[in-house]
């Protein structure tokens, strides 16, 4: 079982030095089980984005605001992920599922972190929609790469700082035993529910998090949107409206299913030892950040331009080098039967 560490507060007392997770399953069989789809999707997710910045990256059509946004997105995907994703595979195949006081701690800040910065950014995004849709002859004009950049600095910024707050109010509590955490990672609802503290101040900094970021970011979402849906119906011509509600399709999917599972998962915080809640956070935190790029890819034009590009590209390079090696080998024999 977990160790424990004795320090001076208000007398003689002891603290946590350790957690132990109680993962998805206890069951041995259905942990070796998991393991390897679990492995699957992660590699999956980190295969898809990666390729996705990298796409962007080099394909010089793809350097405009809603690009540099989606490849931001991705990024921070991959960071989402792998805040959770290996040490829940470690665990599957341990026995003892402990994590220290401050491995827990940064787990929590950077989850928290890409979480929110996730809001902030679509959030940022939906606003890059209605400006194309809304304000089409001067969106170049507005979206500069430049301000882009900038935009894509406070979601970072925003992230780390309401992040931070969240972390050291939570671990300033004081926790001197059970270290037992009913769940697969270290969550702030679960971790504050083991204090032995009053964690009033956690909860109320929590809160505030939650209501100027995630919804403030899902405010100024459905704004934006509300703006789009004013100016999509002004459009006369059917096939431009279509074309201009297509080009918000991945977007609103996207928002659909980050926000939809993560309501889900934080709406009821009563149910935080739940099965329930387990399934529900797996989704919003395994499977979300490896279908965006799917869906952004499945239902763009020029992603899928850009796509066929790379493979036409990598398979000339390939035939080329091949071809090479094949003129270089014959050469070497032909002159080694001439010597």
Not at 15 to 20: E, P, Q, T
Not at 309 to 323: D, E, G, Q
């Given at each position: 079982m977990a160790s424990s560490r004795s320090t001076e507060r208000d007398g003689n007392h002891t603290s946590v030095a350790m957690f132990v997770l109680l993962g998805l399953s206890d069951k041995k069989e259905l942990q070796l089980i998991l393991f390897p789809v679990f492995l699957g999707i992660?590699?999956?997710t980190l295969i898809w984005n990666l390729g996705l910045i990298i796409l962007i990256r080099i394909n010089s059509n793809l350097?405009?605001?809603?690009?540099?946004f989606l490849s931001s997105l991705s990024f921070i995907d991959i960071c989402y992920s792998s805040s959770i994703s290996p040490r829940m595979l470690s665990d599957f195949l341990r026995d003892e599922k402990t994590i220290s006081f401050m491995a827990c701690a940064t787990q929590l800040f950077v989850f928290a972190w890409m979480g929110l910065a996730e809001c902030c950014l679509l959030a940022t995004m939906a606003y890059d929609r209605y400006v194309a849709i809304g304000?089409?002859?001067?969106?170049?004009?507005?979206?500069?790469?430049?301000?882009c950049w900038k935009?894509?600095?406070?979601?970072?910024g925003t992230g780390f700082l309401s992040s931070l707050f969240e972390t050291v109010s939570c671990f300033h509590v004081y926790y001197c035993g059970p270290n037992i955490i009913e769940h697969f990672f270290c969550d702030i609802p679960p971790v504050i529910s083991l204090s032995c503290s009053?964690?009033?101040?956690?909860?109320?900094?929590?809160?505030?998090?939650?209501?100027?970021?995630?919804?403030?970011?899902l405010l100024v979402i459905l704004l934006s949107y509300g703006f789009i849906a004013a100016s999509i119906l002004k459009i006369s011509s059917f096939k431009r409206s279509a074309?201009?509600?297509n080009t918000c399709a991945s977007h609103l999917a996207t928002v659909?299913?980050?926000?939809?599972?993560?309501l889900s998962v934080y709406m009821h915080p009563g149910s935080i030892h739940s099965t329930k809640h387990k399934v529900l956070s797996v989704f919003y935190l395994i499977f979300v950040p490896m279908l965006n790029p799917l869906i952004y890819s499945l239902r763009n034009k020029e992603i899928k331009e850009a796509l066929k590009r790379a493979t036409k590209t990598l398979h000339?390079?390939?035939?080329?080098?091949?071809?090479l090696y094949s003129f270089y080998y014959y050469y070497k024999k032909d002159r080694s039967k001439n010597s």
């Amino acid at each position: 079982m977990a160790s424990s560490r004795s320090t001076e507060r208000d007398g003689n007392h002891t603290s946590v030095a350790m957690f132990v997770l109680l993962g998805l399953s206890d069951k041995k069989e259905l942990q070796l089980i998991l393991f390897p789809v679990f492995l699957g999707i992660y590699l999956m997710t980190l295969i898809w984005n990666l390729g996705l910045i990298i796409l962007i990256r080099i394909n010089s059509n793809l350097h405009t605001p809603m690009y540099i946004f989606l490849s931001s997105l991705s990024f921070i995907d991959i960071c989402y992920s792998s805040s959770i994703s290996p040490r829940m595979l470690s665990d599957f195949l341990r026995d003892e599922k402990t994590i220290s006081f401050m491995a827990c701690a940064t787990q929590l800040f950077v989850f928290a972190w890409m979480g929110l910065a996730e809001c902030c950014l679509l959030a940022t995004m939906a606003y890059d929609r209605y400006v194309a849709i809304g304000s089409p002859l001067q969106y170049s004009a507005i979206m500069v790469p430049g301000r882009c950049w900038k935009m894509i600095a406070v979601v970072y910024g925003t992230g780390f700082l309401s992040s931070l707050f969240e972390t050291v109010s939570c671990f300033h509590v004081y926790y001197c035993g059970p270290n037992i955490i009913e769940h697969f990672f270290c969550d702030i609802p679960p971790v504050i529910s083991l204090s032995c503290s009053n964690p009033f101040m956690c909860q109320m900094i929590v809160f505030l998090v939650a209501i100027s970021v995630g919804w403030g970011s899902l405010l100024v979402i459905l704004l934006s949107y509300g703006f789009i849906a004013a100016s999509i119906l002004k459009i006369s011509s059917f096939k431009r409206s279509a074309k201009a509600f297509n080009t918000c399709a991945s977007h609103l999917a996207t928002v659909t299913l980050f926000y939809g599972t993560g309501l889900s998962v934080y709406m009821h915080p009563g149910s935080i030892h739940s099965t329930k809640h387990k399934v529900l956070s797996v989704f919003y935190l395994i499977f979300v950040p490896m279908l965006n790029p799917l869906i952004y890819s499945l239902r763009n034009k020029e992603i899928k331009e850009a796509l066929k590009r790379a493979t036409k590209t990598l398979h000339i390079y390939l035939s080329t080098k091949k071809h090479l090696y094949s003129f270089y080998y014959y050469y070497k024999k032909d002159r080694s039967k001439n010597s």
